[in-house]
């Protein structure tokens, strides 16, 4: 398994930018497809954003697209998600996952093997 701690979480108002950070534990961290979710109260985990290995290839939700920009740093063992022009039905918990095994950017929740405990986000109007 791979641990995985989320933090940069907070309140921001409408049109706000905030950046999340993901750090995982190991140390084959660049083997791992990466990507983050988001989860509002009484709905399902939805995709946001994943990234490739290397970091070569992202994907994205169509309802963060050129708001959002997910990276990550190796080095670091950390994946960021930068998060401009804020609404409030971004309002969420926001969890990072690992999927250890794939090659792709899957936005499928069952392909993540690796979960992290979220951080909240509330964008206030």
């Known amino acids: 398994q791979v641990q995985l701690v989320e933090s940069g979480g907070g309140l921001v108002q409408a049109g706000g930018s905030l950046r999340l950070s993901c750090a995982a534990s190991g140390r084959t961290f660049s083997g791992y497809v990466m990507g983050w979710f988001r989860q509002a109260p009484g709905k399902e985990r939805d995709f946001v954003a994943a990234?490739?290995?290397?970091?070569?290839?992202?994907s994205y939700a169509d309802s963060v697209k050129g708001r959002f920009t997910i990276s990550r740093d190796n080095a670091k063992n950390t994946v960021y998600l930068q998060m401009n022009s804020l609404k409030p039905e971004d309002t969420a918990v926001y969890y990072c996952?690992?999927?250890?095994?794939?090659?792709?950017?899957?936005?499928?929740?069952?392909?993540?093997?690796?979960w992290g405990q979220g951080t909240q986000v509330t964008v206030s109007s």
């Open positions: 996952a690992a999927d250890r095994e794939g090659w792709n950017t899957t936005p499928l929740s069952y392909e993540y093997d690796d």
């Open positions: 990234i490739s290995r290397r970091g070569g290839s992202t």
